[in-house]
């Protein structure tokens, strides 16, 4: 692991956040939308992600919301996006919102956000 992701990188109390939606297609055929919300951090890099699905109340939703704060957890850890989605299932959800990380993560690095 290397030495910067040992280290959490702490967030300012006030950051931008940015909502997005995104629509995933489960491996069963159902369409999911909801709301992802990216905090950034001081280098104007995705750290923190939230979930709010269109429907409240599941099981999943509580599931996403532990996934949202892992994912968060290891981006404030100096874990890039992209490593983190090279581990995941292509077709599952978490790599859906890893996956939009990474496009915004990309377009920063690029000078287009």
Known sequence: MP???QMRNKLPSRRRLENFDVKYRTPTG???E????IGFGEDRRPAE???QAAKTG???DALMDDVCILISLCLQHGHA???LLRTMGEQS????IVA???SIDEEILAGVR
């Open 3 to 5: 030495p910067e992701a």
């Open 30 to 32: 159902d369409l999911r």
């Open 34 to 37: 909801f709301i992802l919300s």
């Open 49 to 51: 992600v939230f979930i």
């Open 58 to 60: 599941q099981e999943l």
């Open 81 to 83: 996006a992209t490593s």
């Open 93 to 96: 959800m978490a790599a859906a």
């Open 100 to 102: 939009k990380i990474c």
